[in-house]
């Protein structure tokens, strides 16, 4: 077998999740192929990576350093391309951006409009992303500068964080739960909540609000891919999805119910770059993002009638705990 990247890849997301079927999800295939390859890495080797056993996987102390040594060779790889790719866009004056329109609508097009003011010897592109590269994405170089959205965390990525808004349970506008102001998350035991497909075990444990109240007899959750698929998922009936509040921007056609969860911690939207990246672009694109966000963040609030916490105000607060709801006024 000729080695490539792609096993050092398979080989660390399995480590990294000690799971074969989590890593799997993370990377978009089926279970089988990734046991087949990272056994066939062991087999190449002549060790043994990892110890199976019925209910666990566990690093051998080959393992561990492979581990180590495969990081390193993986972002020297990510970092050769991503310095290629954007070095075109460099000395085309262009910025790439990436978003997921869902998440990001509210602030993409006013920050855009606004930069490309400031900036017009410089071109903008957009890409559309999602949850699961909203990280690799920028490692490649695909773009230079994403909206993310928390939780998000690489060693090789900075964040910059431009908006928090209460997390809300999106669910048919007909449903009883929908006509309520703010609900508390007990209330979802009984509802199924669709369920991230390829993010990391802290992605779908934010975003399904993993450990809840779960009745027995709670419908097993659909899988889904984005967010199209699970605002679907809800308008069939299927599962309930938990989004920032911000969304309701998005989607207007009333067929969803967006209600705030009173009793968990609020979402972040965030404007990430590779932390090695030499685009000039970047920086300008980041002062204009986050002088827009203290405005839109007042405009949003008063929009959609929940809190939505500008960048000055986000040190001031502990995002780890529930945002208060807007006054009544």
Not at 122 to 139: A, G, P
Not at 222 to 242: C, K, R, T, Y
Not at 278 to 292: K, L, Q, R, S, W
């Amino acid at each position: 077998m000729d080695l490539e990247i792609r096993h050092l890849r398979y080989f660390v997301a399995v480590a990294e999740e000690l799971s074969f079927s989590t890593a799997a999800q993370r990377l978009h295939m089926a279970q089988p192929p990734l046991s087949r390859a990272v056994k066939a890495l062991e087999n190449q080797l002549g060790v043994v990576l990892l110890e199976r056993t019925t209910r666990r996987v566990e690093l051998t102390e080959a393992g561990r350093l492979l581990l180590e040594e495969s990081r390193s060779a993986i972002d020297r790889f990510d970092s050769a391309l991503a310095r290629a790719a954007q070095a075109g866009r460099i000395e085309g004056r262009s910025l790439r951006i990436g978003f997921r329109p869902a998440a990001s609508l509210p602030l993409l097009e006013p920050i855009v409009r606004e930069f490309r003011l400031r900036n017009p010897h410089m071109s903008v592109e957009t890409s559309r992303i999602e949850w699961s590269d909203q990280i690799s994405c920028l490692l490649t170089g695909r773009v230079d500068v994403a909206f993310v959205l928390h939780p998000v965390a690489h060693h090789q990525v900075t964040v910059a964080d431009l908006l928090a808004a209460r997390r809300a349970v999106a669910m048919p506008s007909d449903h009883p739960l929908g006509t309520k102001s703010s609900i508390q998350l007990a209330e979802l035991s009984g509802h199924a909540l669709a369920i991230p497909k390829g993010a990391t075990a802290e992605w779908q444990g934010f975003w399904t609000a993993t450990p809840r109240p779960i009745d027995v007899d709670t419908p097993n959750p659909p899988i889904v891919g984005n967010a199209d698929e699970s605002f679907a998922a809800v308008l069939s009936g299927q599962a309930f999805v938990i989004a920032i509040s911000t969304v309701m921007t998005y989607y207007r056609d009333g067929s969803l119910s967006l209600v705030p969860i009173d009793d968990i911690a609020p979402a972040v939207i965030g404007l990430a770059s590779r932390e090695e990246s030499e685009h000039p672009g970047i920086p300008a694109f980041a002062e204009v993002a986050t002088e827009m966000a203290e405005s839109l963040a007042s405009d949003l609030t008063l929009e959609l009638g929940t809190t939505v916490v500008a960048p000055s105000r986000m040190t001031e607060l502990d995002l780890s705990r529930p945002l208060d709801p807007v006054p009544a006024s």
